[in-house]
């Protein structure tokens, strides 16, 4: 006898073999989005390399970012498998473990993430406005 991972609300009973589950919805975002965040990527470095004939650092981190928003996506469909998108009384504990697992490397590639999306932003401004001496001695004073 499987156990929940929590125990259900009063009047609820544990479904482990045809939960509702809001997985799918996690797919459909993830089919949508992911391609455009590549396809926005792609036409900036395009744009930049051969319009420009300029790679920037800040184009270099946003694709660093981009990798880990994929790999973030990949991981964020394993976890479907094992319980993301379903009420914590529908799924077996042994699952919640696995799922769990998964939980640490998707926040480690979230930080990652947006982490490298902001600090491209920061580049790209910086790049645009370079900091004069008049800015750099305000900013210290």
Not at 43 to 54: E, P, Q
Not at 61 to 80: H, K, N, P, R, T
Not at 105 to 120: D, N, Q, R
């Amino acid at each position: 006898m499987e156990v929940p991972a929590a125990p259900p609300p009063p009047g609820v009973q544990s479904n482990f073999i045809d939960p509702v589950s809001r997985g799918g919805q996690g797919i459909v975002v993830n089919a949508v989005f992911l391609p455009l965040a590549v396809l926005a990527v792609c036409v900036r470095l395009l744009t930049r390399g051969i319009c420009l004939r300029h790679i920037g650092f800040d184009d270099y981190v946003m694709v660093f970012a981009l990798l880990c928003v994929i790999a973030f996506a990949i991981v964020m469909i394993i976890s479907i498998n094992y319980g993301l998108g379903k009420h914590l009384w529908d799924v077996p504990l042994s699952r919640h473990i696995s799922y769990l697992r998964n939980t640490v490397g998707e926040s480690i590639l979230y930080i990652c993430g947006t982490a490298g999306v902001k600090i491209s932003i920061i580049l790209f401004y910086l790049r645009i406005f370079p900091p004069s001496r008049v800015h750099i001695s305000a900013t210290r004073s």
